[in-house]
């Protein structure tokens, strides 16, 4: 009598699964792994909006960013000056980039489509480095990343730098 009732509960149960079309059963909230501890990674709301953080936080610091509802990896961008990480930074509505060994190295890159503009490279006729695209209270210019021990700079035009005329004293 039991065998009977357990055989009809689960053809109930294996019609209603038939039933079903594949989309009902719908896929499951996506979880991510934290690849570094592989704890659940977590969407969090900061200051700069929503980003990613492990579950094992504070003993782990994995973070990532937010794109479409996914955890991306932030990527990392090196000071071409020192070597140290860059790090994006907003300050009075700019965005830009600077070096994490900041105030040893005042390393600062403009933000291009979030990626330190530093591919953008203009080499100094002064010292053999590179000139940067930098933003100063009168605007866009190139300077050094030597600055301060060069202090070599252009003038920008629509993002590029301007090649200084050569001036003939009359
Ligand atoms: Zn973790
Ligand atoms: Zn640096
Ligand atoms: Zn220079």
Not at 3 to 22: C, G, P, R, T, V
Not at 34 to 47: A, D, R
Not at 64 to 83: H, Q, T
Not at 88 to 100: P, V
């Amino acid at each position: 009598m039991k065998d009977k009732d357990d055989q009809a509960h689960s053809d109930h149960w294996e019609n209603e699964f038939l039933s079903q079309d594949s989309g009902y059963i719908g896929e499951p909230s996506k979880r991510y792994r934290c690849p570094k501890c592989q704890g659940l990674l977590v969407s969090k709301q900061g200051k700069n909006g929503t980003f990613w953080g492990c579950e094992n936080y504070p003993s782990c610091d994995y973070t990532a960013n937010d794109e479409a509802g996914r955890p991306v990896r932030a990527k990392k961008y090196f000071c071409p000056l020192c070597g140290g990480q860059l790090k994006r930074k907003t300050y009075n509505g700019n965005t830009f980039w600077g070096c994490t060994n900041y105030p040893d190295c005042k390393m600062t890159l403009d933000d291009f489509d979030g990626a330190p503009a530093s591919a953008k490279k203009y080499p100094c006729r002064a010292c053999g480095h590179y000139l940067v695209r930098k933003k100063g209270p009168k605007g866009y210019f190139w300077g050094c990343i030597k600055y301060p021990e060069c202090r070599h700079s252009l003038e920008d035009n629509k993002g590029q730098p301007v090649p200084r005329k050569v001036r003939h004293s009359p």
